[in-house]
């Protein structure tokens, strides 16, 4: 006779060691020796690059319609024309655009520099695509073309490795192809598309060091860590290649626009509380203390003064020709705010050797306080159509135009408008309603997700977001534009993308829940589809009549 087996005890109550099972969770040192393999990389790289490769055709599309200089234009073409010709930016004649756009390159630019508020890097890539196609609209639109779809195969690559889904990329990557400020942007030579696109690179490489960190930590960890004296392994951790590829990431970042710096802060304090908290996993006590000196001091080291260095090194078309500032620049109307005087370097006999690096240096120094004395006190009483306040760029409060062709009258370039009425092209620089209307909600779900579920790929979203978007309002007192907030739209689209995959679920396996999901997730990327088929002809200077683009013009703030 056989008796039944007794009862299994009942489990434990969940904890923080315990899974919904009741099963033993494993330690940080044990889950980073057994990482779970991604998908396929080889799938994961082809998707990725196709999605690119779409975005690359939408980008080249027509690329040099409209033919003239759009908006910041005329400043970006030319500097970078110059960079390219003289080393530095010169001064230009009057009409030198009509010139240019008329095929005459030749004197169209003086002797003297010209007073550049940014930096060099997006303009010497812009001057690459002027010097592979020539001084045309094309040649100096293309690079801004390619480092957007590059962008887009780098949001496939950073979505992918946060969410572990080849499926969770593409869909991050095609997000950022049809948005339409992104897509404007990446057919104009402005230095936003190039500083985002840095600006990616630096948190992609940041986010990567993380993964490395953990897996080299568990490699060197013969196992878990429990006195309290302990370190954890440092000299196997003093040199990161990914911060390393971080540091030139966010120099080049810096040296496109100064707003990178904000983000470069941020993400560099987080790599630090990343290093922190992953020794803590490990059995490390005190470890927030003691990853200033393990982690903390290398980090700097490799993120920022590499950056520096990077930096400095952006500028060598300038410093070769500092002679030429400090003759010509060296007393303007910025070096004399608030009391300034000339340029020290300005009476200062010419040096030789290392004194003249020296000199240089200086001079570049002078020069940046000039500056960022223009950005932040000649600009506070001026005005301009487009300008709008950063508390609302994130649910499109003020487009900008940047080309425009209007009141063209029936009959004439292909115009078939009714009579008493008239057609149009323009160029808006306009964001998808469709993506930063549901990203400014993702946001706040992964606000809550990041403080409530302490899921640390939410904390690159939030980060991200406040350091690229919050430093605006302070300087809401003087003309800035929406389309800054380029920098801000990858983590938009991370927000977004965090968001499908909650709703998609961790489980391919059919269910009510599953189904609902997919419906719901794939009519929202058919509504990005068709917000962006619908924006489409004022993105690119598209023959509208004048009801055809009422239609498209939803709020009279975007007029």
């Given at each position: 006779m056989t008796t039944a087996a007794p009862p299994e005890p009942p489990k434990e109550r969940v904890g923080l060691s315990t899974n919904a099972a009741g099963d033993a969770v494993p330690s940080a040192w044990q889950r980073a020796r057994t990482r779970m393999r991604a998908e396929d990389p080889?799938?994961?790289?082809?998707?990725?690059?196709?999605?690119?490769?779409l975005a690359l055709f939408l980008r080249l599309w027509h690329l040099g319609k409209p033919r003239e200089f759009e908006f910041d234009e005329t400043y970006y073409a030319k500097d970078a024309w110059s960079l390219l010709h003289h080393g530095y930016a010169r001064d230009y004649v009057d009409k030198a655009n009509e010139h240019i756009l008329a095929g005459q390159t030749?004197?169209?630019?003086?002797?003297?520099?010209?007073?550049?508020?940014?930096?060099?890097?997006?303009?010497?890539?812009?001057?690459?695509?002027?010097?592979?196609?020539?001084?045309?609209?094309?040649?100096?639109?293309?690079?801004?073309?390619?480092?957007?779809?590059?962008?887009?195969?780098?949001?496939?690559?950073?979505?992918?490795?946060?969410?572990?889904?080849?499926?969770?990329?593409?869909?991050a990557g095609l997000l950022l192809c049809f948005?339409?400020?992104?897509?404007?942007?990446?057919?104009?030579?402005?230095?936003?598309?190039?500083v985002a696109f840095f600006i990616l690179c630096g948190v992609h490489c940041i986010v990567a060091d993380r993964d490395w960190y953990r897996a080299t930590m568990a490699r060197l960890v013969p196992e878990q860590v429990n006195d309290f004296r302990a370190w954890g392994p440092v000299r196997g951790l003093l040199f990161r290649p990914w911060l390393v590829a971080a540091g030139v990431s966010w120099g080049l970042a810096v040296g496109t626009k100064w707003e990178a710096l904000y983000p470069l802060a941020a993400f560099g304090l987080l790599a630090w509380l990343w290093s922190a908290g992953a020794r803590r996993s490990f059995g490390v006590r005190w470890s927030l203390p003691k990853s200033v000196l393990a982690d903390g001091v290398?980090?700097?080291?490799?993120?920022?003064?590499?950056?520096v260095i990077v930096y400095i090194a952006s500028w060598s078309g300038w410093l070769a020709n500092a002679h030429t500032y400090e003759e010509h620049l060296s007393a303007t109307q910025y070096t004399h705010y608030n009391g300034g005087k000339d340029w020290p370097t300005r009476t200062e006999p010419d040096a030789e050797g290392l004194s003249e690096v020296t000199q240089s240096l200086r001079s570049l120094w002078y020069y940046h306080q000039d500056v960022y004395a223009f950005h932040t006190h000649f600009l506070n009483d001026s005005s301009h159509t487009y300008a709008s306040k950063p508390s609302g760029w994130l649910l499109l409060n003020r487009p900008v135009g940047v080309a425009a062709d209007t009141d063209i009258k029936p009959g004439t370039q292909g115009c078939d408008a009714p009579a008493g009425s008239d057609c149009l092209r323009q160029v808006l620089l306009l964001g998808s309603p469709a993506i930063w209307w549901a990203g400014s909600l993702a946001l706040l779900f992964a606000l809550v997700m990041w403080v409530g579920a302490r899921d640390w790929r939410y904390g690159v979203v939030v980060v991200g977001a406040a350091s690229t978007w919050l430093p605006w309002l302070q300087y809401d007192d003087r003309p800035i534009f929406s389309f800054y907030a380029i920098i801000t739209l990858p983590f938009m689209v991370l927000a977004i993308t965090m968001a499908i995959g909650r709703l998609l679920g961790r489980?391919?396996?059919?269910?009510?829940?599953?189904?609902?999901?997919?419906?719901?997730?794939?009519?929202?990327?058919?509504?990005?589809?068709?917000?962006?088929a619908w924006f489409w002809p004022i993105w690119t200077n598209e023959l509208l009549t004048h009801s055809e683009w009422v239609d498209r013009i939803w709020f009279t703030r975007w007029i």
């Open positions: 080889f799938v994961g790289w082809a998707s990725s690059i196709a999605v690119a490769l030749s004197g169209q630019w003086k002797s003297t520099p010209e007073m550049a508020v940014h930096p060099d890097v997006g303009k010497w890539l812009i001057a690459l695509g002027e010097k592979a196609f020539g001084m045309d609209p094309f040649g100096w639109r293309v690079s801004a073309a390619v480092a957007g779809a590059l962008m887009v195969l780098l949001m496939c690559r950073l979505a992918r490795r946060l969410t572990g889904s080849t499926l969770l990329g593409c869909i948005d339409g400020l992104h897509f404007v942007l990446s057919r104009l030579a402005l230095l936003d598309i190039f290398p980090a700097f080291i490799q993120i920022v003064l590499v950056g489980t391919t396996a059919p269910s009510r829940r599953r189904t609902a999901g997919v419906v719901v997730v794939g009519a929202y990327l058919v509504l990005v589809l068709l917000n962006f």
